[in-house]
Every structure is written in C-alpha cells, then in structure tokens.
C-alpha cells in the first residue's frame, strides 16, 4: 500500500466509482416502471392489477365491444392515461437531458435550455397564436398554438446559432446574448399580453405553466422521436462534453472542435425542447433542477450524468403528474407547478446537506486522482 | 510631489474613468429633465410645460390644473423616480454580478422579484395584506416589499450555518424562487381573471405610479445602499478573485457577501414595491458599464449607476411617446435587448473571462 498509484487499487476504485452511478441510475430506472404502473392505476375506474392488465392486454390486442364496460376502463387506461405518462417520460428524460447538457456547453450552473430564450420565444409564438389568431404556419385552434411555440421556440436558438459561427464567443457571451433574447421576446409577448382582454391574458399565462392534459397518442409521435434521437446524441457525445468543463482552452487542445461541438449540441437541445415544449406548454424546474440534484448525488462525469439524469426527470415528472390528478381530484392542478412544489423543498435540503457543491460543478469527484486519469482519453 | 510614470499612468486612466461616469450621469439628468416635458397630450406643448416648471419653481401653481397636475405632480416625480430607479437596479445588478460571481445574475437572482410578486399576488387574488391598511397601493406595496425580503432572508440564515460557495447561493435562490412562483401560480389557477390581469401588468413594471410623497423613499434608500456597497468596493473587487484569495489578503469575505447581499436584497425590495419588476435594467446597465470602465468595482459601481439611470430615463422618454400606454418594462425589454446583443459581439469579448 505504499504506493498510491498500484494498479490494482486504481482498478477498484474506478470499479467503486463506477459501481456507485450504475447502481443509481438502475435504482431510477425501476423507480421509472414502478411509477409507470402506479400513474397507470390512478385513473379513477380500475384498480392497479386490473389498470395494468388492460395495458398488457391491449398491447396483445385485446379489443372490446363499444360502450361496455370493459370498453370504457380500456379506453380510460389506454386512450387517456397512457399517453399521458408517456409524456411525462419523454419530456422529463429529454428536458433533463438537456438541462445537463447546456449546463456542460455553458459552464455555468443557471444555464438551462431556456436559457437561450427558448422558452420565451415559444411563449411569444403561443401567445401570439392566443392572443392575436396569429399562426406562422396557417393552421388555427391548438395545432396552431403547437406549431407556433415550435417555431417561436427555435427562433432565438437559431440567432444564437447563426451569432456564433459569425463570431467567436465564449460561453459568458453567449449566456448573456441568449438572456438578451429572451427579454427580448418576453418583452414582445409583453406588448401583447398588456393589449389584449383579461380572460385571453388568463388562458395565455396559463399556457405558460406546462400541463399533460388532453395528450393523445398522435402527439406523442414528434416528441418521441426527436427526444430519442437527441439523447441517443448526447449520451454518445457524453465524453466529449467532459471535456468542456476544463475550459475552451484545454477542451480545444486535447483536440475538440469547441465551436463546431457546441453549435452542433445546441442545435440538438433546441429542437428537442422545442419539440417538448410545444406540446406541454413550458415545464420549468426539471431541466435546470434535476441535473443538479443528480451531479450531487454522482459527481460531473456526463457519461453517467446524462442517463441518470434522464431516468430521474422522468420519474419526477411522473411523480408530479400523478399529483397534480390526485390532490384535488376530480379537478387537475397543472404539472409544472407541483413540479415546483415538490421540487424545490427537496432541492434546498440537498444544496444544504452538500456543502461545497461549486466544486462539485468544476467536475470533479471524490476519487479525482482516478478521474483525471481518464479525463484526457475522453474523445 | 514625485510621481512615478505608473501612478501618474493609474491617476490618468482612473481619472478618466470617473470623469466618464459623471459625463454620463450629468446626460441622464439632462434627459430627466428634457423627459418632463416629453408627452403625447394635445395642448400640453413645450412652452406650457416650461411655463408649469417656473410657475412651481417660483413658489405659485399653474393655472390650468390639469396641466399643472400632469406636468408637476406626474411627470417631475417620474422623471426623478426613473434616475433612482435605473441607478439602483442598475447597482443592485453589479453587485450581484460580482458577488455571486455570475454574468448573467442581477438583483433578482436571489428571489427578490417571485417573493414580490407573491406578496402583490396574496392582496390582489385572495385580499390578504400583512399590514392590513385598507389602501390598495399601499397594502400592494409594503406586501411586496415584505415578501421580497423573504428569499434573501432564508439565503442568509442558511448561508450563516453552511459554508455557501456562488453557486450554492445562486441554486438556493433559484429553489426559493420556485417555491414562491409555484405559490402564485396556484393563486392564478382559480383568480378571477382581472386579477390575473392586474398582477401581469405589476410584473411588467412601470412608472406611472411615481408622486412626490413616494419617491423620496425610493431615492434614500437608494441612495444609501449604493453608499454602503460603494464603501465595500474595494473588498469586493479582491473578492471577484475567488474567497480563497480574497480570504488571504485579509478580507472577511462572509461578513462583505453577507452585508453586500442584504442591502442590495432592501434597496431592490424598496424599488420593486414602488415601480414592480423592471427586468433588464439590472443585468444590462453593469455589462454595459463594464465595457466602458473594466471590472474595479469603485469605478463600475458609480459607472453602472449612471448607465442604469440614463437607459431607464431614456426608456421611459419612448413609452410617453406612445399613444398606447406600454409600460417601460416593455420598452427595456424589447429596445434593450437587440442593443445589447450588438454591443455584446462587438466589445464585450475580453470583459467577461
């Protein structure tokens, strides 16, 4: 044992290291099911055992008369709630995702992916389609509210985008050029909002706090998709994203392309929230929360970061909206508050019980001399 | 007196930088002033306005009253509240930017603006007011003065036990801050929708509210929070260092954070409960100023001050332009940003890192 560097001790405590943020993200993966058969069985006909066989049953094509009683729970359990959870899976792991992986890009632990105006934009999109009838795309009613937060969502990433390959930014400008915008846009939705009656300023403002209400399985397609291919990028681009944290600088000398990287990756995240966000209206907390309260648990290794995260956000967000039906049911609170009621208690108990959390942030881990021995195999 | 070049160099630039900070604010105080008699009113022209300034200043009212009303009693208190207003912002903006050590913090980052806007949200959707007045601005405003206090409070307490580094301090905030919006949102949820109405138009910030009896508040307690911080400049310029160092050249680094974080927490509260939540003014105000003087918090703090001034009271000039009346937190907003992404890209690359 007098030589710190053996081999042997540095295998097991790789393997130690490792072992901890596996065990973690299975632990939330079964978390994950569990919550899927509960929100499943609070569906106010049929009990737990029942929810899921009429879930299973249906998968293996099972199919009722219309109008009995079977019909009904089936179309209770199939046709309502289980796209319902499955959105909340798809917008928790992908928001998460995405919080984790701005926060990387940025260095900055306020960065979320709303931090580049994303989320006012698409504000500004919906409102506009609320307030003024106004749709990019022609389409009127909810459609018209979808595409517009879709494209009002891509606007200011886009500037941001286009800014940066014009000129050399770093992370701080690009964080203040992205606020900047979203002011901006908030600032234009503003002008409408103040302009319009108080009943279309109520329906805006309500559109803002992100609800799972009325999800049909048709929107669940786009979501899907986009989130799955985009995290599938961004766990692949996990090591490199490792790199960020030591600063552009060091980043670019061990032989990663900065600037290209985090175009790329920023135009990954805001088409995958755009997509989210369009269809749920905007879920504040998950993405800018869950990434931090998991760096506490496991350290900033994104490798591990990324999956956990995702496994995390979407139970949460099950868990948040299963509350928001249960505690004043029949009636339904909207998900993005319990979100944040939830949340933030917890949030506070884990920054007072973590007690140097910045350094946490900087990347680094318990066993750092372990880490930084990995670190430069990354790309 | 021998003056070595270096020092002689050191008094020249720092002479010019304060020079340059007291040209800006003579400019925002002639636009305050050019500002009274900026309106969209027929009848109401330059002569007259002029004519309502000297009536007052010679100790006798105007004849018209509702020219005298406007222009004496609306438009002077405004134009003296918007200087107060973008100056305090616009330090509680720098202050914050340096002690959390964030770019994009200003002086609603720990949660000032959500416990206002909490409070303001308790009186007008469910009629709870904490010092129960009856008078609707009134109860408005010590409610949200009172609930802004709140986040920074328990920042502070939980900041006393613990060893709290920035980002710790800035999450904190921001868990608290949710906290309180998830608060009002439940309050929205049910509210009728006048109400809701009635709240947005608070969050947006406006100055149409100033009068005589209640800016002077607004302008002492601005005025001495920007003193006290000015006086822990020099402390907190070492602190921009990191603690670590801050800690080893002797500086007392909780007790400055501690004290930095207070005042700027009352003067943003005091602000907030007159004006609502101007945003932008305090994170655009120091960036701008930082471009022109650096980083050294005894010359960014008087130079964020004017630029705050100056860009409210110009901000201001536009909505009385308007025929519509827009409120400036819109104006801020939407002429601020682009500005400031243009002013971004071309200057401020060597600023920040």
């Given at each position: ?182 002011y901006l846009?908030?600032g234009l939705?503003m002008l409408?909002?103040v ?185 | ?22 040209c800006i604010l003579a400019v925002a105080v002639a636009v305050a002033f050019l500002s009274i008699f900026v309106n969209h009113f027929t009848g109401l022209s330059f002569s007259v306005s002029w004519?309502v300034l ?13 020219y005298?009303l406007i222009v004496w009693d609306y438009f002077v208190p405004r134009a003296i509240m918007a200087v107060f207003v973008g100056a305090g912002l616009a ?113 947006v910030g406006t100055l149409v509210d100033a009068r005589?009896?209640?800016i002077?508040?607004v302008a ?51 602000i907030?409960?007159y004006v609502g939540?101007i945003g932008f003014m305090g994170?655009i105000a120091?960036?701008v ?15 964020s001050a004017a630029c705050g001034a100056l860009i409210l009271i110009a901000c201001d000039c536009v909505t009385k332009f308007m025929v519509s009346s827009v409120p400036v937190g819109v104006i801020t907003s939407v002429i601020g940003g682009p500005l400031f992404?243009?002013l ?10």
């Open positions: 044992m007098d030589d710190p560097y053996r081999v042997e001790d540095l295998e097991e405590q790789y393997g130690r290291y490792t072992r901890r943020k596996v065990v973690l993200i299975a632990v939330l993966a079964v978390l994950a099911v569990v919550m899927i058969g509960l929100s499943l069985s609070f569906n106010g006909r049929v009990g737990f055992v029942d929810s899921l066989a009429y879930f299973f049953k249906h998968i293996f094509g099972a199919t009722y008369d219309v109008g009995t009683p079977e019909w009904v729970d089936d179309y209770a359990v199939w046709t309502v709630y289980t796209p319902r959870v499955l959105i909340a899976i798809i917008t928790g792991a992908g928001l998460a995702a995405c919080g984790v992986v701005m926060q990387a890009l940025l260095n900055n632990p306020l960065a979320d992916p709303y931090t580049t105006g994303l989320s006012d934009g698409a504000c500004f999109g919906a409102v506009a389609a609320i307030v003024m009838g106004f749709t990019f795309s022609g389409v009127a009613e909810s459609m018209g509210i979808v595409t517009n937060a879709f494209l009002g969502g891509l606007v200011p990433a886009l500037v941001i985008i286009f800014l940066s390959r014009v000129v050399t930014m770093s992370p701080a400008v690009t964080i203040l050029i992205g606020v900047a915008l979203s846009f908030s939705e409408m909002m302009s319009t009656d108080a009943d279309t300023l109520k329906n805006a403002f309500l559109w803002q706090i992100g609800s799972f209400t009325d999800t049909a399985w048709s929107d669940l397609t786009i979501p899907f998709v986009v989130v799955a291919v985009s995290s599938a990028v961004m766990f692949a681009m996990s090591r490199k994203l490792n790199l960020l944290a030591l600063g552009d600088d060091s980043a670019s000398s061990l032989g990663l392309d900065v600037d290209n990287f985090r175009t790329l990756l920023m135009v990954v995240v805001a088409v995958s929230v755009a997509s989210m966000i369009s269809f749920s209206g905007i879920i504040g907390f998950v993405s800018l929360v869950i990434p931090h309260a998991i760096r506490m648990l496991i350290g900033g290794d994104n490798r591990y970061l990324i999956p956990a995260s995702m496994a995390a956000g979407a139970v949460f967000l099950m868990v948040a909206d299963l509350l928001s039906r249960v505690v004043v049911y029949p009636d339904e609170l909207r998900v993005g508050l319990i979100a944040s009621i939830i949340g933030s208690p917890i949030f506070l108990y884990m920054i007072l019980r973590k007690r140097r959390y910045g350094e946490v942030y900087r990347w680094r881990c318990q066993h750092s001399r372990v880490c930084t021995g990995r670190l430069p195999t990354g790309s | 007196m021998e003056m070595s070049a270096l020092e002689s160099l050191y008094r020249s630039t720092s002479n010019r930088k304060l020079t340059l900070s007291v004519d000297t009536a007052h200043l010679g100790g006798h009212d105007y004849g018209v009253y509702y005298d330090v509680g903006g720098v202050v914050m930017q340096s002690m959390l050590r964030n770019p994009i913090a200003d002086p609603y980052t720990t949660g000032v603006a959500s416990g206002a806007s909490f409070g303001v949200a308790l009186y007008l959707m469910l009629g709870f007011a904490l010092i129960p007045t009856g008078n609707y601005a009134l109860s408005i405003t010590t409610n949200a003065i009172l609930f802004a206090l709140i986040p920074t409070a328990a920042i502070v307490l939980i900041s006393r036990r613990k060893n709290m580094t920035p980002t710790t301090t800035i999450l904190a905030g921001v868990a608290v801050m949710y906290v309180f919006r998830a608060g009002t949102s439940i309050m929205t949820l049910s509210a009728d929708p006048d109400a809701v109405e009635q709240l947005y138009m608070w969050n005589w009896d209640n002077w508040i002492g307690v601005t005025a001495v929070s920007t003193a006290v911080v000015l006086s822990l400049s020099r402390y907190m310029s070492i602190m921009t260092a990191g603690d670590k160092s801050a800690k080893s050249m002797g500086v007392r680094t909780k007790v400055v954070r501690t004290v930095a974080l207070i005042t700027v927490a009352v003067m943003t509260a005091t907030v409960g939540t994170l120091p960036h100023a930082r471009i022109l003087v650096g980083s050294n918090l005894k010359y960014l703090i008087p130079c992404i243009i971004l890209i071309r200057g401020a690359k060597k600023v920040w890192y």
